[in-house]
């Protein structure tokens, strides 16, 4: 039906944080809500599991993922200012029906994004988005330029055509009611 989506998100996993099968992902909230695939690590997650805890929130694993669910439910986007670390990671809120992609401040762990045929496929490796099927690999002529002057390309640029890098401390929210490609904002 229109205005709906239709989410996959996949992911594969090094476990250093709570090696169990709680700590797989996708994770979702204790309701249902809120899904995330998250690549990274939050330092500060021990003194935000504190905090949320003395709020009420119960947690099912010692998971850094986890805590940055519990983070999502209480504050929103306002969460990621919250955090300290390196990540990257994508969000679903299945009341709200928006996807939310988040990269840290630093710009340490990347996360690349594009908008092909109605879909919107983000990734940590831009191989993986080429392994759906949907982009084509064309090179970015502007980027090639900018590559072969300053050997780097910069800000969202790669050096595929449609493939965006989300820049350090942004997040992008895309819902399917206003299904354009939305610009990123910035997080403190």
Avoid at 105 to 130: C, D, N, W
């Amino acid at each position: 039906a229109a205005g709906r989506f239709s989410v996959a998100i996949g992911h594969r996993r090094l476990a250093i944080i709570d090696l169990t099968h709680y700590g797989h992902q996708p994770m979702s909230s204790g309701d249902g809500r809120f899904w995330i695939s998250f690549n990274g690590e939050i330092y500060n997650f021990p003194e935000l599991r504190n905090e949320l805890i003395a709020a009420g929130h119960i947690f099912r694993t010692r998971s850094d993922t986890e805590v940055i669910l519990h983070l999502w439910e209480e504050y929103g986007a306002e969460a990621c200012s919250r955090l300290d670390g390196m990540f990257a990671f994508a969000i679903y809120d299945r009341f709200q029906n928006e996807l939310t992609l988040v990269r840290d401040r630093f710009g340490v762990k990347p996360l690349y994004y594009a908008f092909s045929q109605g879909t919107l496929l983000f990734a940590s490796e831009i191989k993986a988005l080429f392994a759906s099927g949907l982009l084509s690999g064309q090179l970015n002529p502007a980027a090639l330029v900018e590559y072969f002057t300053f050997q780097n390309t910069f800000g969202s640029t790669t050096m595929f055509e449609g493939v965006q890098l989300l820049e350090p401390g942004e997040y992008l929210t895309v819902r399917p009611d206003a299904w354009q490609i939305p610009t990123p904002r910035k997080f403190h």
